[in-house]
């Protein structure tokens, strides 16, 4: 078995090829315009097809992109690039040193052909900016062959058998691509060498942050089977599961190709039989209904193929839904099989022996079914047939489903989707450039000097948290290391499960500290106070309308001797305003005075 890894991190910059912002647009705000388009594959330089794009192309689909306020004509691909950002490079080049990698002497912008219809252009901008890099593992060195610079793609909305639609908000944001060598040993190795390059570029505090931009993409290969790229790998502690369930999957169908092959089951050869007349009183719905729509119902035999269909090769997932996952290709929503409950759709026993008997399928004979225009469904059963011919498993581009699983995309890309950039010029990276970029700070430094002001249990929480460079800021503004720490990381979790937000994070405990460090309030009004500011108030103000002030000197001797200098009393009744300690010091001092023992 052999395991790498893609990371694809986005980048706190304005756009790559644009000066348009990074921010993506809010959930409520409307379209300006739409634009649609019709994408086709082109030839390589070398007169070569790229199989990955051909696939694409099949599904013959319209896309619909909608373009918001931050976008402007270089999205739609109705202008030429800008250059590439030079901030986006210079934290490229910081992050690949970070990585041990050798920039490389000039950046050429190539096109990565992309027709899924996630680029406006039919291309994806891509450069690298270093190789042969490396990081330490706790199982060996892991290469780092390549680091690029990239655009990300435009953000999904819908689709549909015809169409696509996308929003061209997240379409450009710079991406930082770095690519593993097959090192990684396996699911729980995968998982920590993603985690420290992750955290690698978080430290950097250059990347963006949140939900979405960081995106795993792990190649698995064994013996005997081929290379799979699963796309989309977002949950790290999902990795290992990816990695067991793509392992079992190749190693069933190796087993069904054993069977297939004792069967003499290949080849099958294409008699497709339009079934529409004999089903045209079928009581099922998908056949009824596609009927009635102008669809057609095409069938084909799959000899010796009784039971195959039906094997669980993933949990949940079995062979047919392989020849079902190429069917998609043609833009069908999937196929109906012989080894399927044919009831559930409504299809009675003698129907299917009507169907067995029109097709020439004996009881050792698998059929398959595509209900769908004619030529569409044409289409869906020669993939079919493509993907049941393969007396080998096949190198694919796979989706990583949530449950573990994953699902057949696109056959892998090859060298014919890429082209050089004619828009945007090569950039040299020249020696007075390279010195000048700031080296960031190891990562096992950072983790030791954070360490040493706080315990080691929060200092891996801050190492690996979004707030990480806002702790660091807070402290450098003299606030104290653990209070930031537990603020940032159980107090505003806290409070976000109460439903409270803050609009800027770092400045509201910026003023927060700077009013602590007065004395003005206790750590135990923390919470009170910062619920008041995010309604907009200042410190001051919540400590007025609130009643937070801190008590102390005379007017807490007072509390404590009108309280019998009782310590649980006091605390009960002024909690939010009083600091134990000073309470303690205070109750010891007038019990002193009173002549008695303090305990």
Do not use: W
Request: hydrophobic share 40%.
């Amino acid at each position: 078995m052999k395991i790498g890894i893609e990371i694809h991190q986005r980048l706190d910059t304005a756009k790559l090829f644009c000066n348009c912002p990074s921010a993506l647009a809010g959930e409520d705000e409307k379209p300006r315009c739409a634009i649609m388009r019709r994408l086709h594959p082109v030839l390589s330089e070398m007169g070569e097809a790229d199989e990955a794009s051909q696939a694409e192309f099949a599904k013959d689909r319209a896309f619909e992109y909608h373009a918001y306020s931050n976008n402007c004509l270089v999205e739609a691909d109705e202008e030429p690039p800008a250059l590439l950002n030079p901030e986006a490079l210079r934290i490229a080049l910081q992050v690949a040193m970070q990585l041990n990698a050798t920039p490389v002497s000039e950046v050429h912008i190539m096109r990565k052909m992309v027709i899924d219809g996630s680029n406006t252009s039919g291309f994806q901008r891509t450069a690298i900016v270093a190789m042969n890099g490396h990081i330490d593992s706790s199982q060996g060195t892991i290469r780092i062959p390549l680091i690029a610079i990239e655009e990300e793609s435009a953000g999904i909305v819908s689709a549909t058998e015809g169409k696509a639609t996308y929003r061209l908000d997240r379409l450009g944001i710079p991406l930082i691509e770095i690519s593993t060598d097959p090192d990684i040993r396996d699911g729980a190795h995968l998982s920590e060498v993603a985690e420290k390059i992750g955290m690698m570029l978080r430290t950097s505090g250059k990347v963006a942050r949140g939900l979405g931009t960081i995106r795993q993409d792990v190649n698995i290969s064994t013996e005997g089977g081929s290379r799979v790229e699963l796309k989309g790998a977002q949950d790290l502690k999902m990795l290992p599961a990816y990695v067991e369930n793509e392992v079992n999957r190749q190693t069933l169908l190796l087993k069904l190709l054993l069977e297939i092959r004792e069967r003499k089951a290949l080849p099958v050869k294409t008699h497709m039989v339009e079934l529409s007349d004999l089903l045209r009183m079928s009581k099922a719905a998908i056949i009824a209904g596609g009927i009635k729509a102008g669809c057609a119902v095409i069938g084909q035999r799959l000899p010796e193929h009784e039971g195959l269909l039906g094997m669980e090769i993933q949990p949940g997932k079995r062979y047919g839904t392989e020849l079902s996952d190429y069917a998609k290709k043609a833009g069908v929503k999937g196929i109906i099989h012989s080894d399927e409950d044919l009831s559930k759709y409504g299809i009675t026993e003698a129907e299917e022996a009507a169907v067995r008997g029109a097709l020439g399928a004996d009881d050792d004979d698998a059929f398959v079914l595509v209900v769908a225009p004619i030529g569409q469904a044409k289409s869906a059963m020669e993939f079919v047939l493509q993907r049941a011919n393969m007396d080998f498993i096949p190198g694919e581009t796979r989706r990583a489903n949530p449950d573990g699983t994953s699902s057949f995309m696109r056959p892998l890309p090859g060298r014919a989707r890429l082209y050089p950039e004619t828009d945007v010029p090569p950039i040299p990276l020249t020696q007075a450039l390279l010195a000048s970029i700031e080296r960031a700070e190891p990562l096992a430094e950072k983790k030791a000097r954070l360490e040493k002001m706080l315990n080691k249990e929060m200092a891996g929480r801050v190492l690996k948290s979004r707030h990480l460079h806002c702790f660091e800021r807070l402290v450098s503004a003299g606030a104290d290391p653990m209070l930031a720490a537990t603020t940032l990381e159980d107090t505003l979790v806290s409070l976000r499960r109460e439903g409270v937000e803050f609009s800027d994070i770092e400045k509201t405990l910026t003023e927060l500290f700077s009013e602590f460090r007065r004395g003005s309030f206790v750590k135990a009004a923390i919470p009170e106070v910062l619920k008041g500011m995010a309604k907009g108030a200042r410190v001051d103000a919540v400590l007025k309308v609130y009643r937070l002030q801190k008590i102390s000197g005379p007017e807490l001797e007072a509390i404590a001797m009108q309280n019998d200098f009782d310590m649980r009393a006091i605390m009960q009744k002024y909690r939010l305003q009083v600091d134990p300690q000073e309470v303690a010091e205070v109750i010891k001092e007038g019990k002193k005075e009173q002549g008695k023992d303090f305990i």
